[in-house]
Structures are given as structure tokens and as C-alpha cells.
């Protein structure tokens, strides 16, 4: 699952079906990238720092690079956050 395209110096947010520029991004943006996460089996491809570089605007990059560090952190922690969430509400039978 690929959460960033960078193309032409310019930086987008894949969300679903819509590719989001980092300024109109919003937080139920956000809230729905961690969710496809959380919900996904795919293998969430971070893009590399060379790929960063190539954004040109200087703002954008640093905010990209902040939520990105985010999103890595939240990826890399998923299953812990499943086993945690399952402790806590464990399934009910009937």
C-alpha cells in the first residue's frame, strides 16, 4: 500500500481513490490513512529519503517528512496496537 507519490518535485497523499496535495490535506484524511492501515494486510511502502528529496518546496517537504515519520511509526507499531485493542475488547460469543 503505497501512502505517498512523488512526481515532478510535487508531493501527493494517497487516500483510497484520491491522490490529496499535503496542503489540502485534512484530518479525516489523515484519520482515513491510519485506518487503511490499521485495516489493511498490505505492506505499507514508506517512501525513501532520496524520494523526498525530490520534493522541491522546501515547506512541503518538511511537512511531508513529519507526517510520513508519523505514518512509519504508526505502521510500524500495528500489530502491537491490534494485539492491544483485542486485550482490551475481547470477542463476544453468543
Excluded: C
Excluded at 27 to 38: F, Q, S, V, W
Aim: proline share 4%.
Amino acid at each position: 500500500m503505497k501512502v505517498l507519490i512523488v512526481n515532478s518535485g510535487k508531493s501527493k497523499f494517497v487516500i483510497g481513490e484520491n491522490n490529496v496535495e499535503p496542503e489540502n490535506l485534512s484530518r479525516d484524511d489523515l484519520l482515513m490513512i491510519l485506518n487503511n492501515i490499521y485495516e489493511s494486510e498490505e505492506n505499507v511502502v514508506i517512501p525513501s529519503i532520496e524520494e523526498l528529496d525530490e520534493i522541491r518546496n522546501p515547506i512541503e517537504k518538511e511537512i511531508v517528512q513529519q507526517i510520513i515519520q508519523k505514518i512509519s511509526d504508526f505502521s510500524n507499531n500495528v500489530e502491537n496496537i491490534r494485539q492491544e485493542v483485542q486485550a482490551q475488547f475481547p470477542v463476544i460469543e453468543d
